[in-house]
């Protein structure tokens, strides 16, 4: 955008970054709280099914939840996310 000045592209840049990065988060959010949806057909049933899902589950929490760990969320404030009527509930 040619129009910008430094600050304001810089601006811009900032604010991109952090879209993204909130963004990426509520999807780790949302994977972890879908696979625990499915999960509940395997509680009483198949043990290996349920175990690999945890395992899923686990390896996502361990590894995913970082993109925007320890930086605070305009859209999803305080550490539980964003409310549930903003993921259409």
């Not at 040619?2 to 509520?26: C, H, I, W």
């Not at 043990?47 to 589950?57: F, I, K, P, W, Y």
Request: with cysteine; glycine share 12%.
């Amino acid at each position: 955008m040619p129009f910008l000045t430094a600050d304001e592209k810089r601006l811009f840049s900032q604010v991109q970054g952090r879209t993204y990065a909130n963004m990426f988060a509520l999807v780790e959010r949302f994977i972890g709280a879908k696979i625990l949806e499915i999960s509940c057909g395997h509680w009483l049933g198949d043990q290996v099914a349920l175990e690999a899902l945890v395992r899923l589950t686990d390896e996502e929490l361990k590894s995913g939840g970082g993109a925007a760990r320890g930086r605070p969320s305009r859209i999803a404030p305080g550490r539980d996310g964003p409310p549930l009527r903003s993921l259409g509930r």
